[in-house]
């Protein structure tokens, strides 16, 4: 069984509550990168000890923050020796509009996992796109990279769809999944 870390930068709580809840799922732990876009104590040990890391950021002018980017350059260290070679990756984002490019920043976190040599897993959740599909359907924003949420600009934290929430506990419950037929 490996562990299974979820490394996050929130601004403002949304992106928070979605790593919340995709560690819940995960049965994973929380590393949450600081407003100052740092680790805590130990943090790179943690994370170079896990056997998976969820990454995820809010979306910011169509990519992750900068206090994650500034995260994702020191990595650069981590990066010269390989060390998080053949670790399963996988990424989330949070936004204020419905598209808001989003993907821009599943994309970015895919190109940092790549980078360090990992391997990516996807959302795994079929999108609920019918007619008849409602807001708090499973994936109901149809993202297949990894996990994705809404809410509109004026709503905080605690307003946040259910349905994204649930969404993003399924995909930490797919990446504990894929995990645990590795050996770390
Ligand atoms: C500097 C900044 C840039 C933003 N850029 C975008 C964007 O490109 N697309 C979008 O849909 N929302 C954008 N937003 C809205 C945030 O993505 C949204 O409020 C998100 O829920 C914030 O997550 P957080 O509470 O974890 O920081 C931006 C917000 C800020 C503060």
Request: charged residues 15%; neutral net charge; hydrophobic residues 40%.
């Given at each position: 069984m490996t562990t299974v870390v979820v490394l996050y930068h929130s601004g403002y709580g949304h992106t928070q509550r979605m790593a919340q809840a995709v560690a819940d799922g995960a049965g994973a732990d929380l590393l949450a990168i600081d407003a100052d876009g740092n680790l805590p104590e130990g943090g790179w040990d943690t994370l170079t000890a896990a056997g998976a890391i969820i990454m995820g950021s809010p979306t910011y002018m169509g990519s992750v923050s900068w206090q994650f980017k500034k995260f994702a350059d020191a990595s650069s260290k981590i990066w010269y020796t390989q060390a998080w070679k053949d670790k399963l990756f996988a990424g989330f984002t949070h936004s204020?509009?419905?598209?808001?490019?989003k993907s821009s920043t599943l994309n970015y976190l895919f190109t940092l996992a790549m980078q360090h040599g990992g391997l990516w897993v996807s959302q795994g959740v079929m999108p609920s796109?019918?007619?008849?599909?409602?807001?708090?359907?499973?994936n109901y924003l149809g993202s297949y990279s990894g996990a994705i949420g809404q809410a509109p600009?004026?709503?905080?934290?605690?307003?946040?769809?259910p349905g994204d929430l649930a969404s993003a506990r399924a995909f930490g419950e797919r990446v504990a999944a894929v995990s645990a037929r590795f050996k770390s």
């Amino acid at each position: 069984m490996t562990t299974v870390v979820v490394l996050y930068h929130s601004g403002y709580g949304h992106t928070q509550r979605m790593a919340q809840a995709v560690a819940d799922g995960a049965g994973a732990d929380l590393l949450a990168i600081d407003a100052d876009g740092n680790l805590p104590e130990g943090g790179w040990d943690t994370l170079t000890a896990a056997g998976a890391i969820i990454m995820g950021s809010p979306t910011y002018m169509g990519s992750v923050s900068w206090q994650f980017k500034k995260f994702a350059d020191a990595s650069s260290k981590i990066w010269y020796t390989q060390a998080w070679k053949d670790k399963l990756f996988a990424g989330f984002t949070h936004s204020a509009a419905i598209n808001g490019d989003k993907s821009s920043t599943l994309n970015y976190l895919f190109t940092l996992a790549m980078q360090h040599g990992g391997l990516w897993v996807s959302q795994g959740v079929m999108p609920s796109n019918s007619k008849a599909a409602q807001r708090n359907d499973p994936n109901y924003l149809g993202s297949y990279s990894g996990a994705i949420g809404q809410a509109p600009s004026d709503a905080g934290a605690g307003d946040m769809p259910p349905g994204d929430l649930a969404s993003a506990r399924a995909f930490g419950e797919r990446v504990a999944a894929v995990s645990a037929r590795f050996k770390s």
